[in-house]
């Protein structure tokens, strides 16, 4: 056997992203088994490191079906059994856990009135709202569970139109909260009170998202463009007109809020790294977690899985939070987002559903099922010098799970910066669980960098990494 100078362990994988990932994209910095590059699946069996969910479309969910449309917010709670809905540009959709319901009385998709661009949906009690703009201004429709008719008009005819804006909205017992441009909108059912204008936050202004916790309402509004974001603290009654407290993210536009295990998490734009970043509120005090290169993702595109928040970044979906309270806060890329336009996502029923759009011709709403051959995982750089010396890996062994029929990953090390990458190293056999390969053809370099890759994977038995173990030995140059 060889002699042993070093060893290099490469386990703990549900640690996720390195810290700089948004920067560098071969640093050093991080733990062994955080990532400096990746589209992998640490969630899910928490220590193990495999290829992420893939997407299959549901029953009726594309352009072939009765998705004619980018669906942009679906409800991420049922209303029944196996019912939620979705809204997209100009319809509302039923939805259950394996279907774009069509057909039925009313017959479903159903159309609704002027509608360009859905915003929102929400239950309240016994009726569904949905929150929509129009060419010039926006609405409110109104629509028993019961009946599953459609009030097109209930907001402008209850109250008065609304702003041509974001609308985000939540619910809490009888009352409804939601954004409506500068304002606050605020109905209460067992009052009948509807009012668009609750609060009016001031020329150039826009609210973002509102959610509910600690028994008051979390009420995030853009200034000046998104020059400056505020997040305000509104009495959970939603009858006064005065805020209870505020929180301000200085020169910074704010995606979105989300409430998990108690704790406000925020996504923002961060101009230094020219993409947003997501962070957790601690008092008035903003503590970022990480930094992304993409565009800021709105209060569409968040949802809960596995006691994580998943949400868009670019076209893949990210996890944020630990599996298990046990383990460190983790955000990682979990999968792919399907077409390059996301709109809505959401857990309704557990799984994600995901609706993506091409922009012209292609619409698709999709769960996770099954495992994608688009995955990969590469590590940090790890540091193999001493002194004058460079590092030569001789040995290299893969603990996984035991090994599904046709499962298999490629292991590739670059060495150098990635001056010099080894022969594919392929980690597969039935029933195997540890694998070992030897006399590795990589030069001694001073540095070196792990990729895994399942694109010769398998889509129904995944390739599990536990602990990938570089051993070597040390080289004058």
């Known amino acids: 056997m060889p002699d042993i100078d070093f060893e290099i362990n490469l386990s703990s994988f549900n640690e996720g992203n390195s810290p700089l990932i948004h920067l560098d994209s071969k640093t050093f910095i991080g733990n062994k088994g955080q990532s400096s590059e990746a589209k992998a699946d640490i ?92 060419s010039s201004g926006g609405d409110i429709i109104k629509m028993p569970l019961s009946t599953e008719v459609i009030d097109h008009t209930w907001g402008s005819v209850t109250d008065q139109a609304l702003e041509k804006a974001l609308h985000p909205s939540a619910v809490k017992e009888d009352r409804m909260v939601f954004g409506n441009g500068r304002y606050l909108g ?46 305000y603290l509104y009495d959970g009654s939603a009858i006064s007109s005065v805020l209870s407290d505020e929180a301000g993210l200085g020169d910074q536009r704010i995606g979105f809020l989300y409430v998990l295990n108690g704790i406000i998490y925020v996504a923002y734009e961060d101009k ?16 970022p977690l990480r930094y992304f290169k993409v565009t800021l993702p709105d209060h569409r595109q968040k949802a809960l899985y596995k006691n994580t928040i998943l949400f868009v970044s670019g076209g893949d979906i990210m996890s944020c939070g630990a599996p298990v309270e046990q383990l460190p806060i983790q955000i990682s890329t979990l999968a792919d987002g399907g077409y390059a336009n996301i709109g809505g996502i959401a857990s309704p029923f557990g799984t994600p559903l995901i609706a993506s759009s091409d922009g012209d011709t292609n619409h698709s709403l999709a769960k996770f099922s099954g495992f994608s051959l688009d995955s990969n995982w590469k590590s940090i750089l790890v540091d193999i010098t001493n002194g004058r010396n460079l590092g030569k890996i001789h040995t290299i062994i893969v603990s996984t799970k035991a090994l599904g029929a046709n499962a298999q990953c490629d292991i590739t090390v670059e060495g150098d910066q990635g001056a010099e990458t080894s022969s594919v190293l392929e980690v597969k056999t039935t029933n195997k669980t540890r694998h070992v390969f030897k006399s590795i053809d990589l030069k001694a370099a001073p540095d070196v960098r792990v990729i895994a890759d399942w694109a010769n994977g398998n889509t129904t038995n995944a390739c599990p990494i536990r602990k990938i173990t570089l051993l070597g030995i040390y080289q004058e140059r």
């Open 272 to 287: 230094t790294a020219d993409g947003f970043s997501i962070g957790w509120l601690s008092g008035r005090q903003l503590k």
């Open 186 to 231: 605020v109905f209460i059912e067992g009052l009948a009170v509807l009012d668009v204008q609750k609060l009016d936050f001031g020329e150039g202004s826009e609210v973002a998202d509102v959610v509910f916790h600690s028994n008051v309402w979390w009420i995030a509004v853009n200034f000046g463009e998104g020059k400056r974001g505020q997040v």
């Open 43 to 134: 969630i899910s069996n928490p220590g193990f490191l495999t290829q992420s969910p893939a997407l299959a479309n549901l029953t009726n969910g594309d352009q072939s079906g009765v998705v004619s449309e980018l669906i942009r917010h679906i409800l991420d709670k049922p209303t029944a059994t196996d019912t939620t809905f979705a809204i997209g540009a100009t319809k509302l959709f039923k939805l259950s856990s394996t279907a774009v319901i069509s057909g039925g009385t009313p017959s479903w998709q159903q159309a609704v009135t002027n509608m360009t661009e859905g915003e929102s949906v929400v239950r309240l009690k016994a009726n569904l709202y949905g929150f929509f703009n129009k």
